[in-house]
């Protein structure tokens, strides 16, 4: 039976590569305490044993799904990269191109001090910063070095024995310096800084006016009294009664008919009124008025949506400002998530919108429908990916990446990924700008970045299965110690930069520095230190700019240590 299996993976390898895949995730999401391998790793180690038994792959499999990851991961972070660039996210976009500098220097440092050729640079630039991504372009740049195909790939097979090496602390060590060292370093008590953030940010609006926002709402009908609250006040003057809480007048009946109005219509004693709000403050407010059982009346269609944010006049504006605007009247917002990895943003008065936000909102669908007309799109639920835009998006950006341009006689190229990588990013920020050119929705985003990059991570740990022990007893215990330099000594220095250079407040810090070496489990790991999302308001421009850079720095520290 055990020959049977070896015979048919060899002869068959896309089996092995399913193979890969199922213990790889299987090993990625087996917990020891609190820590995970993660699917990658994971895939990694499946695929290095796996490759034991000699399994040959063509190279094209690999690259396919590849660029496939490439561009979803450019298509995610497309939108908070142009910002920080462009943007009041300027400071934040600087701090992440300066951190991922240093990332790239501590791993050059070590590479020429312990004498590692490029394949072991590379390795230990993936490993250290847990940039899985620029494996791919370093493999790309090895390829073009001219190199007899022997030593290619020698250097080839050691990036993965590096990576494997050096992740482990990449990973546990970042998380644990910023959210256990970071405070300390920086002098301050997280969670009472994050607690003061949320205050400053609330000031100008009742406490409860907008972050209350994700609480049960409902509708009730209540009968104006004569002499009552709302008798002879506007609608508009009587959705303020409940001082600094969101109810709103969504229905009217007047002499026994349902009728059209506005908010400056004056309510009339004998009118029955249909309010929605948070079931306790119309409990409180309106206890003690007369409520009707009017089912027509309340007969309210109600929708929750997702509404991807476009609007450019919108961009930098508080959710108090925008909860100020005649459009915004009827709707409640429920959540804001930002950036490629979908992060939740604290829902605070002062909070400010970002373009490409996703703000989930809630209320009649009237309502609902002026105000995406508004400010941006219907993100509504799709399982279609629009292949024709991912297709020519992948295409364009390959054909600008494989120009290739000799320096000093190496040939420098982006390569067909790292156009893709870009094209990525272009038209994931355009969407912002023009949502009509198509979607792919997050299920195919996710797909394409965790099984397009472990598929790529598979076959690299297949192929370089049956070298990779004496890999191992080659770069020797020396690697992991460089592994600790190259993942520590930029995230020691970061919090520090980000106090007294940048000037960041004390309650996003941290996130910049988590969000700067793309390391969104050390970024939670200082939320619930912190008990609080404000981390995560500095963690989405260093992520989209960092994201990008790091997975480049594969290409650049093949050329500077060759």
């Not at 590849?66 to 934040?92: E, K, Y």
């Not at 390795?123 to 790309?140: C, M, N, P, R, Y």
């Not at 994700?214 to 009968?223: D, G, L």
């Not at 994931?428 to 970045?449: C, D, E, H, Y």
């Amino acid at each position: 039976m055990w020959t049977y299996i070896v015979e048919t993976l060899r002869a068959n390898p896309q089996l092995a590569i399913f193979l890969t895949l199922a213990v790889g995730y299987w090993i990625g999401a087996r917990r020891f305490g609190s820590f995970s391998l993660g699917a990658v790793t994971g895939t990694l180690l499946a695929g290095v044993l796996i490759g034991q038994i000699g399994i040959e792959i063509s190279g094209q499999v690999k690259s396919i799904f590849f660029i496939m990851f490439l561009f979803a991961v450019g298509f995610g972070v497309g939108p908070q990269f142009v910002r920080g660039i462009a943007s009041d996210g300027a400071p934040q976009a600087i701090f992440a191109v300066v951190i991922s500098a240093i990332c790239l220097l501590a791993v050059y440092v070590a590479a020429i001090i312990s004498g590692y050729g490029p394949g072991l640079a590379a390795g230990l630039l993936a490993g250290a910063q847990t940039i899985s991504a620029s494996i791919g372009l370093a493999s790309d740049a090895i390829n073009q070095l001219g190199l007899p195909p022997e030593e290619a790939k020698a250097e080839l097979d050691l990036i993965p024995v590096a990576y494997a090496i050096t992740y482990l602390f990449g990973t546990i060590g970042t998380g644990w310096i910023l959210a256990f060292l970071g405070p300390k370093m920086l002098g301050v008590d997280i969670a009472a800084e994050c607690a003061r953030y949320e205050r400053e940010m609330s000031e100008g609006a009742p406490k409860s006016s907008l972050t209350s926002a994700r609480r049960q709402r409902e509708a009730r009908a209540y009968k104006v009294r004569d002499m009552g609250l709302a008798v002879g006040k506007t609608v508009g003057e009587a959705e303020q009664i409940a001082d600094g809480e969101r109810i709103f007048i969504e229905n009217l009946r007047r002499n026994g008919e349902i009728q059209p109005f506005t908010t400056e219509t004056v309510l009339q004693s004998g009118d029955v009124v249909a309010v929605s709000g948070k079931r306790e403050v119309l409990v409180e407010v309106f206890g003690a008025a007369d409520e009707i059982d009017d089912r027509e009346l309340l007969d309210i269609p109600v929708e929750g949506v997702d509404v991807l944010l476009t609007s450019k006049a919108l961009n930098g504006r508080t959710l108090t400002e925008v909860s100020q605007q005649p459009y915004a009247r009827g709707v409640y917002l429920n959540s804001i998530r930002r950036g490629s990895m979908g992060v939740n943003i604290p829902v605070l008065p002062l909070t400010k919108l970002n373009r490409g936000d996703i703000l989930q909102v809630a209320g009649a669908k009237s309502n609902v429908d002026r105000f995406v007309a508004e400010v941006g799109y219907a993100d509504r639920p799709t399982a279609i990916t629009d292949m024709v835009l991912v297709g020519f998006a992948i295409l364009i950006g390959g054909l600008i990446g494989a120009a290739v341009l000799p320096i000093g006689g190496i040939p420098i190229t982006l390569s067909t990924s790292g156009g893709a990588l870009i094209a990525g990013i272009f038209f994931g920020w355009f969407r912002t700008v023009k949502p009509q050119i198509g979607n792919v929705p997050q299920a195919s985003l996710w797909f394409m970045n965790s099984v397009g990059l472990n598929v790529f991570i598979a076959i690299v740990g297949i192929s370089s299965g049956p070298t990779f022990v004496a890999g191992l007893k080659e770069a020797g215990f020396g690697l992991f110690f460089w592994g600790l330099f190259a993942t520590a000594v930029p995230m020691l220095l970061a919090p520090y930069i980000g106090k007294y250079i940048f000037r960041f407040d004390p309650a996003i810090n941290l996130g910049c520095c988590g969000g700067a070496r793309t390391s969104t489990a050390s970024v939670a790991m200082v939320g619930e230190v912190a008990k609080s999302d404000v981390p995560m308001l500095g963690y989405t421009v260093p992520y989209a700019v960092s994201n990008t850079l790091l997975t480049l720095w594969g290409l650049v520290i093949v050329l500077l240590i060759t």
